[in-house]
């Protein structure tokens, strides 16, 4: 499996993706918002786009299907529940469904909702594992649930799913957010020596070679997998004292996403 991480830069800090069979050169569009650059790359590794996929339903996901399409004729897949939302999808999809790209790449949709409730999140079978996680998570963060989410199913999410997976996993998001992430993490867990040291390092990198996290980095620091850090009950004490001294994790989870809200 071959993988291009493209840097839009835009507002928004996007990412999108292509993702290529090395034995057939077809390749898979992810949210492709800025379909010349995916295009131009696509052009220049000699690959085929021949499938777009679109993480979920916002505009700055969906917006360069329509021209991607016109240029390529491929094919839109999307959850099933998103008909409506996005237009002229052509496979709607659940969880479990495998997404062929080329004769050797396979790519399993996982239901992931709270950013929005028709997310999926796409995860490779091979040696190294990789998830494109579109806006559920963001290296060292979550995605907020603003626009048509829910935070109680982005903490089922995380812990029913993202949490189980391999921690060899690489971790690629739909936005470049990471300095501002640990930064966060750093908030709520001033002695988070892993974040600082992170923070340090990619406080000045370029988007356009940015650093890949693993889950079993976003474990040590991402404050949103790091529910029975003391530090972090610590603090959130403060903020919120009737959470009381032995807060669930959902309960910590949910007062963590409350407060990035506004951070």
């Known amino acids: 499996m071959l993988i291009e991480q493209i840097?839009?830069?835009n507002a928004y800090r996007n990412f999108n993706y292509l993702v290529a069979c090395p034995?057939?050169?077809d390749a898979l569009a992810i949210d492709p918002l800025d379909f010349k650059k995916c295009l131009a790359t696509a052009a220049a590794q000699d690959w085929t786009i021949t499938q777009i996929l679109n993480t979920h339903e916002h505009g700055d996901h969906t917006g360069g299907n329509?021209?991607?399409?016109?240029?390529?004729?491929?094919?839109i897949?999307?959850?099933?529940?998103?008909a409506g939302r996005i237009p002229n999808i052509d496979i709607g999809?659940?969880?479990?469904?495998?997404?062929?790209?080329g004769s050797s790449v396979r790519l399993e949709?996982?239901?992931?909702p709270g950013h929005t409730m028709s997310h999926i999140c796409l995860l490779s079978k091979t040696d190294e594992p990789a998830l494109f996680s579109g806006d559920t998570l963001f290296n060292a963060g979550a995605g907020n649930c603003h626009n048509g989410g829910h935070p109680e199913e982005l903490y089922s999410t995380f812990a029913r799913q993202l949490g189980q997976l391999d921690p060899r996993t690489r971790v690629y998001p739909g936005h470049d957010y990471l300095v501002n992430n640990l930064e966060f993490t750093l908030d709520r867990e001033p002695d988070n020596a892993a974040a600082r040291s992170m923070l340090e390092?990619?406080?000045n990198q370029d988007p356009a070679h940015a650093y890949v996290t693993t889950l079993a980095e976003e474990h040590e620091i991402n404050t949103f997998f790091r529910l029975d850090s003391p530090s972090v009950i610590a603090r959130l004490q403060d903020d919120f004292p009737e959470i009381g001294a032995s807060p669930d994790a959902r309960t910590v989870f949910l007062k963590l996403r409350e407060l990035r809200n506004s951070w």
């Open 23 to 25: 034995e057939t050169g």
């Open 66 to 75: 329509k021209a991607m399409v016109a240029a390529t004729g491929a094919r």
């Open 93 to 101: 999809v659940r969880a479990g469904h495998v997404v062929e790209v």
């Open 77 to 82: 897949i999307a959850h099933e529940n998103a």
């Open 201 to 203: 390092r990619c406080r």
């Open 7 to 9: 840097w839009t830069g």
């Open 109 to 112: 949709c996982l239901d992931t």
